[in-house]
C-alpha cells in the first residue's frame, strides 16, 4: 500500500514540478499585483479571517482592477492548496503545502489592505484592527519560517511543492487514509453489486 501511494505521489511530483508553476518572468517584474509575505506565525490568525475578508469583498458595489486581481487569485490559491484542509499546511514548515498557504494568506491580507484604503472602507478597517489586535496578543505570530519572506504575484498561482510529500509524515499518512477509505468503498460496493442483483425480481412478460 505504502510503495503504491509512493508511486502516486511521484507521479504527481512530476506533473507539477516544484517552482515551474510560480517562476516570475524573464522582465523579472509582477505579472499581477504584488503581494506582500507574511511571517509564519501570522499566517493561521489571518486565516481565520479569511471568509470575512471575502464576505466583504464581495459586498462591495463597486470594484477595481486590483480588488478584482486579488480577489480571484485568493479564491483560486485557496483552492489550489486544498482549501487549507492539508495537515500542517498554516503552521508546518516542512508541509508540501505551507507556501502555498502563506500565498493565499498574503493575498487575503492584501485583499483586505486594499479594501480597507478604498471609499467608505470602514468595515474593512475594523477588520484590520481586530486582526491586528488578535496579532498582537500572540507570542508567537514574529514567528518566521523559509516562506515568510517571499511576496506573492496575483498572476502567479502556487502550486503545493509535491517533492516533500514523501518524507512530511502527516501528508502522507493522510493520503495512505484517503487511499484506504478509497479502496474499502470500493471493494464494499463491488460486493454489495452481485448481491443486489441477485435480490431483483425478474420481470415477466405480458
Given at each position: 500500500m505504502i510503495r503504491l501511494l509512493s508511486g502516486l505521489l511521484l507521479v504527481c511530483a512530476a506533473l507539477a514540478p516544484v517552482r515551474a508553476h510560480h517562476v516570475r518572468p524573464q522582465s523579472g517584474g509582477p505579472v499581477g499585483v504584488?503581494?506582500?509575505a507574511v511571517s509564519h506565525g501570522a499566517t493561521p490568525i489571518l486565516a481565520r479571517y479569511l471568509p470575512d475578508i471575502q464576505k466583504l469583498a464581495e459586498r462591495r458595489a463597486t470594484t477595481d482592477p486590483t480588488l478584482r486581481r486579488l480577489q480571484n487569485f485568493v479564491s483560486l490559491q485557496y483552492f489550489a492548496c486544498g482549501r487549507g484542509l492539508a495537515p500542517g499546511s498554516l503552521t508546518d514548515e516542512d508541509s508540501p503545502f505551507n507556501e502555498c498557504a502563506h500565498a493565499y494568506v498574503a493575498g487575503a491580507r492584501a485583499l483586505?489592505?486594499?479594501?480597507a484604503a478604498l471609499p467608505s472602507g470602514q468595515d474593512a478597517q475594523a477588520?484590520?484592527?481586530?486582526?491586528?489586535?488578535d496579532i498582537a496578543r500572540d507570542p508567537g505570530a514574529g514567528a518566521v519560517c523559509s516562506n515568510s519572506a517571499?511576496?506573492?504575484?496575483?498572476g502567479v498561482v502556487v502550486w503545493p511543492d509535491w517533492?516533500?510529500?514523501l518524507t512530511h509524515r502527516p501528508t502522507l499518512l493522510t493520503f495512505s487514509g484517503f487511499l484506504l477509505?478509497?479502496?474499502g468503498a470500493g471493494?464494499?460496493?463491488a460486493g454489495l453489486r452481485p448481491r443486489i442483483f441477485k435480490t431483483r425480481t425478474p420481470v415477466e412478460g405480458p
Open positions: 504584488e503581494i506582500p483586505l489592505d486594499h479594501l477588520l484590520q484592527a481586530r486582526i491586528a489586535e517571499e511576496t506573492f504575484d496575483s517533492s516533500l510529500a477509505f478509497l479502496l471493494g464494499l460496493l
